[in-house]
């Protein structure tokens, strides 16, 4: 399966701070989505976008989608000591799963 | 949205015993489903496609007689580790894949992830 990117690999900002990460991927899709993954836990799924969407919200995320660049992001607004984790995206589209290398998020206190 | 569980959550079991991890999809029927494999601090490494009522496909690399994957129903799959030893300690994540309709898009889905350790 085809890996998407997600930029940055990593990121460290203060809390309260709005917080940004970015995935690519390389074929058309039918969704979108972000998952959450604090230190030795499971996936946690946050978002899920269509392809036909341009913007989601959910409480203090807030996801863009563009297919015509074949991206997509991730806002977390007012960030909190325990949105620290890594955060991943993942496509789906008919035949094929694609998903990113992940974000690692780390919120200063 | 979509659910799907995992059990166990963790499991502590000794060098040379099998181990059986359960995935389910809790409220959709999944035809497909996926299983993978996490190392620490890497991403999710796919390990085989199960579809239901027929063999497993594995990706290269991954020994089908040691992971087994069996897809008995549109809810239920289980991944058997056979002969576990201490390399076989990793994360184990199933995904579940809504049942194909002409008109809607597939949608996937993550189950909560098992930690094996095999001591």
């Known amino acids: 399966s085809q890996q998407g990117e997600e930029d940055p690999q990593a990121l460290s900002i203060q809390e309260g701070e709005n917080a940004t990460m970015n995935c690519s991927y390389k074929t058309s899709i039918n969704n979108l989505q972000w998952y959450r993954q604090n230190s030795g836990r499971g996936l946690v799924h946050l978002i899920l976008?269509?392809?036909n969407e341009r913007e989601k919200h959910s409480g203090r995320l807030r996801v863009t989608l563009d297919t015509s660049k074949k991206s997509s992001s991730l806002l977390i607004t007012a960030s909190r000591a325990a949105d620290t984790a890594s955060y991943f995206c993942a496509t789906s589209s008919n035949y094929q799963l694609i998903w990113g290398a992940g974000t690692k998020l780390i919120i200063k206190p | 949205g979509a659910v799907v569980s995992q059990h166990p959550s963790w499991v502590i079991c000794k060098s040379g015993t099998s181990v059986k991890i359960e995935c389910r999809s809790l409220d959709f029927q999944a035809t497909t489903m996926f299983w993978y494999r996490q190392f620490p601090k890497q991403s999710l490494m796919l390990m085989a496609t199960s579809n239901e009522g027929s063999k497993a496909t594995y990706e290269q690399g991954v020994e089908k007689d040691k992971f087994l994957i069996n897809h008995a129903s549109l809810t239920l799959s289980t991944l058997t580790v056979t002969s576990a030893h201490p390399e076989d300690s990793s994360f184990y994540i199933c995904s579940a894949r809504t049942s194909g309709n002409p008109f809607v898009p597939y949608e996937q889905y993550f189950g909560p992830g098992t930690r094996l350790t095999v001591t």
């Open positions: 976008i269509r392809s």
